[in-house]
């Protein structure tokens, strides 16, 4: 018995509310303590001024996270790499990145099946699931922002108060002892 997992997921919102820390942790606990690769690049850092070497990058990268699978693939600020259709002037090289990471992304075809465990999710083990970041989701190209590519969007806001608490709490849970203060004293 299983449940369709997405076959990739848009995490956006603004800078430092822990786009990257929520995709590492969907990596840890989705395979119920199964070793998942996470494998994590930014846009920007797959760029080349060489013509074709992004494009070759793009594969390569898909490559790696489909030997490692199952795998997270994660690609930070992806609007840096692919942003919509005729706004940069780039142009040529902006749509042939495109073209490449929708090729890429579509290349499983198949559905991810989840199978569910009594304790946790499962995905099957020949599958990669692309995780995307990104401030400005309304920068990328529509054929992203489909089924079978990035079908779920979720906002990531900012931690309230109690958030930046808790996160501030299990950051100095190791050292928390030695400093010896309130953290509800602690002016965000």
Same mark, same amino acid.
């Not at 060489?50 to 390569?60: L, Q």
């Not at 790696?64 to 919509?84: H, Q, S, W, Y």
């Not at 806001?157 to 010896?180: E, Y």
């Given at each position: ?67 490692? +699978?199952?795998? *997270?693939?994660?690609? @930070?600020?992806?609007?840096? &790499?692919?942003?919509? /259709?005729?706004?940069? !002037? ?62 779920? +969007?979720?906002? *990531?806001?900012?931690? @309230?108060?109690?958030?930046? &608490?808790?996160?501030? /709490?299990?950051?100095? !849970? ?15």
């Amino acid at each position: 018995m299983g449940i369709k997992c997405p076959r990739g997921i848009l995490l956006y919102g603004p800078p430092g509310c822990g786009k990257t820390s929520l995709a590492r942790a969907f990596a840890k606990d989705n395979n119920g303590g199964k070793n998942v690769s996470f494998l994590s690049v930014s846009g920007a850092s797959i760029f080349s001024p060489f013509v074709g070497d992004s494009e070759k990058n793009i594969v390569e990268i898909f490559r790696k996270a489909r030997l490692g +699978a199952p795998c *997270v693939l994660f690609i @930070d600020e992806i609007d840096t &790499l692919v942003c919509k /259709r005729g706004q940069k !002037s780039q142009g040529n090289v902006q749509e042939r990145i495109l073209s490449t990471l929708l090729n890429e992304m579509d290349e499983g075809d198949g559905e991810v099946q989840c199978n569910v465990s009594a304790k946790n999710k499962v995905y099957d083990s020949s599958d990669v699931i692309v995780i995307g970041a990104t401030n400005r989701p309304e920068a990328l190209d529509s054929a992203l922002i489909r089924p079978g590519r990035f079908d779920v +969007a979720i906002y *990531v806001p900012l931690p @309230d108060l109690n958030g930046r &608490l808790d996160i501030l /709490r299990h950051k100095t !849970s190791k050292n928390a002892p030695k400093f010896g203060c309130g953290f509800g004293r602690t002016v965000f």
